[in-house]
């Protein structure tokens, strides 16, 4: 079993800056790749980010790509994402997840652990 933990949600102001992280604990492995999804209210689950987690091999969705960096620090089990230039179409609970592979997927039902969720809200 593999814990997921995520951090750094909040209310920020259209433009702002936010890092997310995830922490693992459990039976962490090399062989995980670490993904971000998210929700908003009255909509279905969705893909933000993801990367493998010895390789580097990183993957985003249109809607953040060149506003946000996902990275790790292996030594911490940790995933980071840095979102920028937030927009109010960014609010959502976003969430980590990890799946038993070397590979970076877009769908959500690839993956085999979950966190609980932070939120994010950004303000007009």
């Known amino acids: 079993q593999v814990q997921l933990v995520e951090s750094g949600g909040g209310l920020v102001q259209a433009g702002g800056s936010l890092r997310l992280s995830c922490t693992a604990s459990?039976?962490?492995?090399?062989?995980?790749?670490m993904g971000w999804f998210r929700q908003a209210p009255g909509k279905e689950r969705e893909f933000v980010s993801a990367?493998?987690?010895?390789?580097?091999?990183?993957g985003y969705a249109d809607s953040v790509k060149g506003r946000s960096t996902i990275s790790r620090d292996n030594a911490k089990n940790t995933v980071y994402l840095q979102m920028n230039s937030l927009k109010p179409e960014d609010t959502a609970v976003y969430y980590c997840?990890?799946?038993?592979?070397?590979?970076?997927?877009?769908?959500?039902?690839?993956?085999?652990?979950w966190g609980q969720g932070t939120q994010v809200t950004v303000s007009s």
């Open positions: 990367i493998t987690w010895s390789g580097g091999d990183a």
């Open positions: 459990g039976r962490t492995s090399s062989s995980y790749t």
């Open positions: 997840a990890a799946r038993i592979s070397r590979r970076v997927s877009y769908s959500d039902s690839l993956y085999d652990y």
